[in-house]
């Protein structure tokens, strides 16, 4: 998949695409994605998506996502996509007209012949563009319109917004159903404390994105992709309050039956279900046996 920006010196020709900030790249976007492929016929498919949305951009709100930068490109790859398309949040972008987003971006740049999209797609400044607009001038720029109904959960429309509240409660069940593929976390391994190496519990230890929104701190069961291969896991997001005095929060994984060393590894961690909250306790033996009873708790959910 290549990877490129709106303002790079690069005009496509005769594409299909898809346009939105797809956070989560869940079930709903990823109908979006199956369709584009359907009625490639040979063309490019093109996500074009916004770094962040105009809202953060225009209030200074840093509001955290389903996905980082990296793991959305991750998996529009793993869907097939051709070119992958960032629009910066930047002013002159914002400040395009219906008219000037789709002659400028999405035929000038972009080269669109077919254009993919849900019901509620809007678009240009101050959200004047939507399908009806796309339907209207069809003709007049040279492209089909093809909309997709939304993709529902439990007969209600499947949306970033519901999984960021399911994530938020940390229902990770009903949040990979939503997604239609795990909630992760993906980073380097680091070098900790070892402490949990000293307890014959090992962890792999990954600083979390800023932009990142994590589930509530506790323990999970997960699943670690190392280099291509999956292992069973227990995984604790929080701050260890039994041995450690910060604030900084962290993602300690213990693979299940695994002793090599994966520092500086970048790793996937992904979550399956939730086993209980982060909590104090009085020695570092009260917590490995805790650890070791949600080991066996995890083995069971297999």
Do not use: W
Not at 215 to 242: C, D, E, L, W
Not at 256 to 272: A, G, P, R, S, T
Not at 280 to 297: C, M, N, P, T, Y
Request: hydrophobic share 35%; net charge neutral; glycine share 6%.
């Amino acid at each position: 998949m290549q990877c490129i920006s709106v303002n790079d010196n690069i005009k496509l020709k005769n594409t299909i695409v898809t346009v939105g900030k797809f956070d989560g790249i869940h079930k709903g976007h990823e109908k979006l994605f199956g369709e584009i492929t359907r009625k490639a016929n040979g063309r490019q498919k093109v996500v074009l998506t916004f770094e962040t949305s105009p809202r953060n951009f225009l209030q200074d709100n840093s509001n955290k996502t389903i996905v980082t930068e990296m793991e959305k490109q991750m998996l529009c790859d793993s869907q097939g996509i051709d070119v992958y398309m960032k629009m910066p949040m930047e002013k002159k972008f914002l400040a395009l007209t219906p008219d000037e987003f789709v002659s400028q971006i999405l035929k000038e740049k972009i080269g669109a012949t077919t254009i993919v999209c849900g019901p509620d797609f809007q678009f240009g400044a101050k959200a004047l563009g939507n399908v009806e607009f796309l339907k209207d001038n069809e003709s007049k720029y040279g492209y089909s319109l093809i909309v997709v109904e939304k993709e529902q959960y439990h007969n209600k429309d499947i949306s970033s917004t519901a999984i960021r509240e399911k994530i938020l409660k940390g229902e990770m069940i009903t949040v990979n159903e939503m997604l239609d593929h795990p909630y992760c976390i993906i980073g380097k391994v680091e070098q900790g404390k070892q402490l949990g190496r000293t307890l014959g519990l090992p962890t792999a230890n990954i600083i979390p994105d800023d932009t990142k929104l994590l589930p509530p701190k506790g323990v999970y069961k997960t699943v670690v992709n190392v280099a291509g291969k999956r292992f069973h896991s227990i995984t604790n997001i929080g701050i260890n309050p039994t041995v450690e005095s910060g604030t900084q929060i962290k993602v300690e994984t213990h693979i299940l039956d695994y002793e090599e060393y994966i520092y500086n590894e970048i790793v996937q961690v992904e979550f399956y279900d939730f086993v209980r909250p982060e909590r104090a306790f009085e020695s570092v033996e009260e917590l490995k046996a805790q650890i070791e009873r949600d080991i066996e708790v995890c083995r069971g959910k297999r």
